[in-house]
């Protein structure tokens, strides 16, 4: 999730069994699955996902998150909800239709991206408390996951909006003074200082959003609190 300005997803089919009741078998000292709306989702992407191969497959930690007040809005400009089948990722196109398995449990359900996160070293996607529960990594606070991507509104490697942001900071004062580094070291990128919740964080968005610029960003940025983080903004 983006500390700062940061889908309410569609609404749920009723008629349609909840990720949850496709889960396969599991031993009897597994977590089991909890009931989950299906906001987010709809029957057409539950066919679509049963009837494709995913495009992309990637593993590593699921955490889980909610939002820091009540209409607070998702990266993708709708108002946050927690019952609905969502996830926030740092890079999948914004509205990526994806299968997310705990692979500890083997509890799966059919996620939409909605938001942009975690900024959290060494995770790779953040869920809705609905998906969090879903997929068994609720109670346990964090997992390991694969993802499965089956559809992508926009070209996963082409293209794209991109920006880094850097944090999270525990001082205001040293956020600015990156601020005014990184404005003197890329006088053609736009630099943001912002507050998220009780920290402060840093964002640089190269001319023209460009993809390779943010990367070569990324990786030379080296910051004295926090990670520097590659983020798609589409």
């Known amino acids: 999730m983006l500390p700062a300005p940061q889908a309410a997803p569609p609404a749920a089919e009723e008629a349609e ?34 009837t494709h191969k995913p495009i992309l497959t990637e593993e590593g930690v699921a955490s889980w998150y909610t939002a820091p007040y009540k209409g607070a809005k998702a990266a993708n400009g709708q108002v946050f909800n927690d019952h609905a089948l969502t996830a ?30 975690p900024f959290v070293e060494g995770r790779i996607i953040d869920l809705s408390i609905a998906s969090a529960k879903a997929t068994g990594v609720y109670l346990a606070g964090t997992a390991r996951v694969r993802i499965d991507v089956y559809r992508t509104p926009k070209p996963i490697n ?26 003197r070291k890329y006088p053609n990128a736009s630099v943001i200082e912002f507050s998220g919740e009780d920290k402060y964080w840093v964002r640089i968005r190269p001319k023209g959003d460009d993809r390779k610029q943010a990367e070569r960003i990324a990786r030379s940025l080296h910051p004295a609190e926090g990670e520097a983080f590659l983020t798609r903004l589409d």
Not at 43 to 50: F, P, S, T
Not at 91 to 117: C, E, F, W
Not at 160 to 182: H, T, Y
């Open 88 to 117: 926030a990722h740092r890079t999948l196109p914004m509205g990526s239709l994806i299968v997310v398995t705990n692979l500890k449990t083997g509890q799966y359900a059919d996620l939409r991206i909605t938001d942009r996160g």
């Open 158 to 183: 082409i293209g794209g909006r991109w920006c880094v942001q850097i944090g999270a900071f525990e001082s205001e004062r040293k956020a600015k003074k990156l601020k005014a580094q990184l404005e």
């Open 17 to 50: 069994p909840a990720p949850s009741d496709r889960i396969a078998p599991a031993p009897s000292d597994r977590i089991a699955p909890a009931p989950a709306q299906s906001g987010g989702i709809s029957a057409e992407d539950r066919k679509y996902i049963r």
